[in-house]
Nanobody, 127 residues
């Protein structure tokens, strides 16, 4: 059973920063690409960022490049998402997820190619 627990969300003013964490257990963490997604009220879940199992490659949603940074610490079974220069439109529930395939050579941005999801952490940005 895979468990993902996100933390680090909260209420922040526009222009501020947050660092989200996602602690994983129950699977060989270092063998799987990890992704971050977000879902705003009334909208579909959307891709934010992902990182290859080795940490050697990262991918970001085009509209978010420059403000979001994904990283991972395989020794701690944890993936992080640093968000800088927060905007009100970043308000959403942020989810981390585990790729459905081990050692996938490419990063996928598709929701349905991630097999396990955390419960999400709320990020609210006030103007």
């Amino acid at each position: 059973q895979v468990q993902l627990v996100e933390s680090g969300g909260g209420l922040v003013q526009a222009g501020g920063s947050l660092r989200l964490s996602c602690a994983a257990s129950g699977r060989t963490f270092s063998a799987y690409n990890m992704g971050w997604f977000r879902q705003a009220p009334g909208k579909e879940r959307e891709f934010v960022a992902a990182i290859k199992w080795s940490g050697g490659r990262k991918d970001y949603a085009d509209s978010l490049k420059g403000r979001f940074t994904i990283s991972r610490d395989n020794a701690k079974n944890t993936v992080y998402l640093q968000i800088d220069s927060l905007k009100p439109e970043d308000t959403a529930v942020y989810y981390c997820a585990v790729d459905s395939s081990a050692l996938r050579g490419v990063i996928t941005t598709k929701v349905n190619e991630y097999a396990y999801w955390g419960q999400g952490t709320q990020v609210t940005v006030s103007s």
